[in-house]
């Protein structure tokens, strides 16, 4: 048996990643993956849960995503990428667990709520999106995870887990299944380059992992600061600009950020000028990512091959947990 540690964490593939889920979930998932057995999922069911009139996007994005974590340095000897649809346990876990869950419980998910909010749904809410957090809890589950390194907005996930996984351990008196452990890294969630509260794809306030140095110029250089930093002599603020939460989190230069905020405060320092600073700071930052992310586009069949037998090895050991799950409920 191995003695590792689990991990699991995902993404839905609609579209590539971008420094929200850098800073959220992957740099975790690189610096943990060392010491725990960590599987990667790349949730393409989920993704329907909200896109399920774009299957072709959700399609073309597994690909995408797996060229993010393979360029950030998720390392296929290391990690188990694998692709939720190729696993079908996960659903049928997903049905056993519907039961344990109450419509109420569902439907006051903080998550839940906030998304349904934002991706307008209004009244007519998938029953599919509705229970995504119940088929989130058969991802962690299956692979008897210990902890699920992820960003603040996903822990009433892991909340609706555990208590899926208690309500189960005990209405059939076994201890198949465990809980699982949130990892939310310090900074666990990044202001879009509007300002807004987060950074998303749908917000279209993102700069992806993969913009090259022209896309991301413009997206730096188009930045929300300030509003009432209008002439350069004007004291800024600081607190809540999202180009100094930027550097705060990817500047190396710590000492030269404290003066560079001390001088804004002050007064003197214009908006381009620490734009430029960004600008710079991310082009050293995203290089070496750009660099490996050309090295795999020329190779999807790889990248393929190796999602397909991740995928392959994952499903032994979810077939093994379901096999556990039924018979502790006695339908084996
Ligand atoms: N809900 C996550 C997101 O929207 C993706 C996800 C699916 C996930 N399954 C998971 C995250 C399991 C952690 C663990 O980004």
Redesign the pocket.
Known sequence: MNQKKVI?????PTGPLHLGHFVG?LSNRVKMQDEYKQYV?I?DM?ALTDHASQPELIRKSILEVAFDYLSVGIDPNKSTILL?SLIPQISELTMYFLNLVTWNRLKHNPTVKQEIMQKNFQENVPAGFMI?PV??AA??TIFKANA?P?GAD?LP?IEQTNEIVRKFNRMYNKEILIEAEGIVPEISRLVGIDGNAKMGKSLNNAIYLSDDADILKKKVMSMYTDPNHLKVEDPGKVEGNPVFIYLDVFDPDKENVRKMKEHYSKGGLGDVVVKRRLLEVLNSFLDPIRKKRKEFEKDPQYVLDLIFKGSVEAQKVAINTLREVKNAMGMY
């Open positions: 699991l964490t995902g993404d839905r979930s999922l949730a989920q939720q995504y088929s989130q991802d962690i699920v992820v996903q996930m």
